[in-house]
Structure formats: C-alpha cells, structure tokens
Nanobody
C-alpha cells in the first residue's frame, strides 16, 4: 500500500533552517509528482510546493518563494523540503502528498 512518512520537523528560531524528508513506499516514486502542504492551528491546509516526477519542474506558494526549495531523490524514494529564513508564520504541521495520499505530518515550530 502507498505510504508517505515525513520527518525532520522540530523547533527552530526565526531565521533558522530545517530540512523535511518524505520517505515513500508502495508505488513507483519516479512516476509521480509530489507536493508539500502545511496546516497551521485554526487554519485550512495550504499548498507549499510541488515537484514533477523527474524533478526538473517546481512551483511554490508565494509565501515561501525564495526561502523554500523542494527536491527529490528518485533512487532513494525520498522527497525533501529545504526551508530557510524561517518565520513564526511558517509554524505548522507539514504534510507530504501524492494525489489523494497523505503522510501523518511533521510539526515545525518557529519561535524564539
């Protein structure tokens, strides 16, 4: 069965960096685009970034453009979200997504 497992979240100070990982199994990873979403307390889940199956096309939400980078390693069945210059507004649970499949999420908290 399809499984997506996020990791790498944590507590970081404003201006800091984190790299999230999404380990996938149960499907041919290199055939599918992947996305990251996030959900802050009391808010709806929102799109963060997407990457196509080969990794040569990416797009980002305006709120993270220039600070976050989505990438993938098709040999390792891993997707990544590199986050830099983090702000308190980036605090949320971050989810890996493929079509209708979601991971359990990883908490990112940006606070001094």
């Amino acid at each position: 069965q399809v499984q997506l497992v996020e990791s790498g979240g944590g507590l970081v100070q404003p201006g800091g960096s984190l790299r999230l990982s999404c380990a996938v199994s149960g499907f041919t990873f290199s055939n599918y685009g992947m996305r990251w979403f996030r959900q802050a307390p009391g808010k709806e889940r929102e799109f963060v970034a997407a990457i196509n199956s080969s990794g040569n096309s990416r797009n980002y939400a305006d709120s993270v453009k220039g600070r976050f980078t989505i990438s993938r390693d098709n040999a390792k069945n891993l997707a990544y979200l590199q986050m830099k210059s983090l702000k308190p507004d980036d605090t949320a649970v971050y989810y890996c997504n493929r079509d209708t499949y979601w991971g359990q999420g990883t908490q990112v908290t940006v606070s001094s």
